[in-house]
């Protein structure tokens, strides 16, 4: 523990209840690693605050020690966003003991929720008052709404509702001095100058701590209809989205994957099966909802949009989901996908967006690219076509070291796949963040006005580069004197 840290606890000391506080290696060791296992740090201390008012002291006396601080949720970030850094100079400050729902108020369709919330409880609260909270994630059982946010969160249901920034409509934070800056108020408009809530939303802990958020919510799901389908390409996978978004603006998720990905569920993950006889090269997962128990049911239009595309040979097979269990076991392939892929080995993964029509051709293009440069790999992708995002992975050759090729393989793969991605006029970080992982890119591949204006906000709400050191934005703290 270094001087400023012991000196640190001394000064929370009675300020603080005992419990916010620990100290136990063992308690904090599972917190330092990231959720893929592949980054590792060190803090030998980690507070826990129950309240914000708890968060604001924390951050006030860090800030007059100069101590860094993690902010951290449920430790899900795919980009090694929420660990500390090895060298132990910074302590993790969990918002898991925040978990309260201040107000849920239905009538008007919105929810308070705190920074530890998770987004599990969350829809489960919703739906006991008719109403749910539209964004999900195969994470859903420990990501937090702190996280949710501090990462601009997307999900399986952008596609009709958008991301984080569409669906929080005000926020409560800690800032780096300490100070709380409550804008959790609801208002339609809000002229005060710069939008605060949309500046720290994706602001990945670097400007603040995420306390709480007033969340949109939206009507429960009066009907749905789930259905998987067989066809030969991402194009196919274009054309089907565009009719069923021509028959109806209730088109909820549209994910794409290829067979392959699918093998690797249906080896790795028990009790999965396919959802169609045959094989086929690429595979959609489709589902329309209703709200309104007296409109067209979703099931009419799936099976009248199926039936034609399957008529004109735009798809090679369907399956409609029979009951809620077996749409159920539809997603359940789809959220099993991350899973399935860490049993297969190492693979660069890169989460990217280019814009829709450009998506069908990146996908196959892209991967013979890679494939073609680097020999032995095997590149593919998978996820959100109607909104342009896909995560783009490169798996390693077969017997490769993971640490070797980590080290020394996967970076050249991912400043190839940026290349790739930048030339299609798209974004190397489409949902995930930056993290640490894709510092070194975002600096490679952005231009000079982008990385000063966020250097220039960094430094200008945490001057001592307190908050999430070495994540999104590198920032030399200043010195104990300026």
């Excluded at 802990?205 to 998987?228: E, H, M, N, S, Y």
């Amino acid at each position: 523990m270094t001087p400023a840290q012991t000196a640190l606890l001394e000064t929370l000391a009675g300020q603080i209840p005992a419990r916010a506080i620990i100290t136990d290696a063992a308690a904090i060791a599972p917190l330092e690693t990231d959720w893929r296992g592949r980054w590792h740090g060190h803090a030998p201390v980690m507070f826990q605050p129950a309240s914000t008012l708890e968060v604001s002291t924390i951050v006030a006396a860090a800030a007059a020690l100069r101590v860094p601080l993690v902010p951290q949720g449920g430790n899900t970030s795919m980009v090694g966003g929420a660990t500390p850094p090895a060298d132990g100079s910074a302590a993790i400050l969990s918002t898991r003991r925040m978990n309260a729902l201040r107000r849920l108020d239905a009538a008007a369709g919105l929810v308070v929720a705190e920074a530890g919330v998770i987004l599990s409880d969350l829809h489960a609260a919703a739906l006991e008052r008719g109403q749910r909270f539209p964004l999900s994630l195969g994470a859903k059982g420990s990501a937090t709404v702190g996280g949710l946010v501090s990462t601009n969160a997307g999900g399986t249901q952008v596609l009709r509702f958008g991301t984080m920034r569409g669906l929080v409509a005000g926020i409560e934070v800690v800032l780096p001095d300490g100070q709380i800056h409550d804008g959790l108020d609801a208002l339609k408009k809000d002229n005060r100058g710069y939008d605060l809530t949309q500046l720290l939303i994706g602001g990945e802990g670097t400007l603040g701590v995420v306390t709480a958020a007033t969340l949109r919510l939206v009507p429960a799901v009066a009907a749905r209809a789930v259905a998987w389908v067989g066809l030969a390409d991402p194009a196919a996978a274009l054309a089907l989205l565009r009719r069923f978004q021509r028959a109806s603006n209730d088109v909820e998720s549209f994910e794409l994957l290829p067979g392959e990905l699918l093998g690797a569920v249906l080896r790795h993950i028990p009790g999965t099966r396919s959802p169609l006889e045959s094989a086929h090269p690429w595979h959609a997962l489709v589902e329309v909802t209703a709200a309104d128990s007296q409109a067209e049911p979703p099931a009419a239009i799936v099976e009248r949009v199926l039936a034609a595309a399957l008529a004109d040979g735009v798809i090679a097979d369907a399956s409609i989901a029979a009951s809620e269990a077996q749409a159920d076991a539809f997603w359940r392939i789809r959220e099993s996908i991350s899973d399935a892929e860490r049993a297969t080995g190492p693979a660069a993964q890169h989460d990217i967006s280019v814009p829709v029509e450009a998506m069908p051709r990146f996908m196959i293009e892209a991967a013979a690219a890679c494939e073609a440069r680097f020999p032995g790999t095997h590149a593919s992708g998978f996820g959100h076509l109607g909104d342009g995002n896909v995560h783009f992975h490169v798996r390693a050759p077969a017997g490769a070291d993971a640490a070797r090729w980590f080290a020394e393989e996967a970076p050249v793969v991912t400043r190839f796949v940026g290349d790739l991605v930048v030339a299609a006029g798209g974004s190397i970080s489409a949902e995930h963040g930056i993290g640490q992982m894709k510092l070194a890119e975002l600096e490679r591949l952005s231009s000079p006005a982008r990385m000063a204006a966020l250097r220039a906000i960094k430094h200008a709400i945490d001057p001592y580069g307190i908050m999430n050191p070495g994540k999104l934005v590198a920032l030399a703290p200043r010195g104990q004197g300026e």
